[in-house]
C-alpha cells in the first residue's frame, strides 16, 4: 500500500523564506521589516564563494548585522567549497539554521555534527543531478534537507519541475523511518508552484525574485502563504 506522508513529521504549518539574494543589498533592514511584518517565517540567506558556484555574495560580517536587524531565524545556505571550516563560523556569527551542500563535501557526518554542536539545525543540500537516495545513510544526522530546483548561482531561474518527485520520494524516506527532518525546496519558487510543492511533502520553501522583483513584495509574501497553505488543506 502506498504510503502517504504523516504530518506529524512535519512542521505545523509551512515556512516561507524571502531570499535576501533577490533584495536590494544597500536597504536589507527596510527588507527585513518588510518580510517579517508580512508574516514570513524565515530569513534566507545565500553565501557564495565563487568556487563552488560561479557568484560571489554574503559572508560572515553582513550575517553578524543581520542577526542585529531580526528575530527572525536566519538560514544560512552555504555554497562554498570546503563548508567544514566555515560552518560553525556561521552558526556563532547568529545564523539559526545552516545548509550545506552534499556535492562539495566529503565528510558530511562530520560537517553536520559540527553545526549542531555550535548550536544550529543542521541541513543537507542536494543540486538538481543528486539523488534524494544519497541520503538513507545520514536519516538522523541533519535537521533538514534543501532539494534545489535551479543550478545554485543565481536567483530569477526557472524552476526544474523532476525536484517535485524528488520531494515526493525524501518525504516518503521520511515517513519509512519516522524521523522528523523538514524539506525545503529552493530555486524558481512562485505562486504557480508553490502549493504543488507543499502538497508533495515540502515544508519550507525558499522564494527570492517571487517575492523581492514582485511589484508589491508584501503582498507577494502573503499570496506565497496562502498559495502554501491550499497544499496543505486541499
Ligand atoms: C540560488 C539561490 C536561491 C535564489 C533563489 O542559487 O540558492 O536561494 O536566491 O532565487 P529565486 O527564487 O529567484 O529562484
Ligand atoms: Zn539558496
Redesign the pocket.
Known sequence: MPMSHSLSLRPASPLLAP?L??ADFSRLGEDLRMIESAGAQVV?V?V?DGRF?P?ITIGLPVVESLRKATTLPLDC?L?IVEPLRYAAEFVKAGADWVSIHQEADPHLHRTLAAIRQAGGKAGVVLNPGTPVETLMDLVGDFDFVLL?S????????S?IPRVLDKVKRLDTLRTERGVPFFIQV?????MKNAADLIRAGADCL??????F?AEEPKRAVAGLLEEMLKGRTA
Do not use: E, R
Request: proline share 3%; no cysteine; net charge negative.
Open positions: 531570499s539574494l533577490s534566507h545565500d557564495m558556484v557568484n545556505h555554497m534545489m535551479v543550478n545554485p548561482g543565481f536567483g530569477g531561474q524552476f529552493d530555486g524558481g519558487v512562485g525558499v522564494a527570492g525574485n517571487a517575492v522583483k
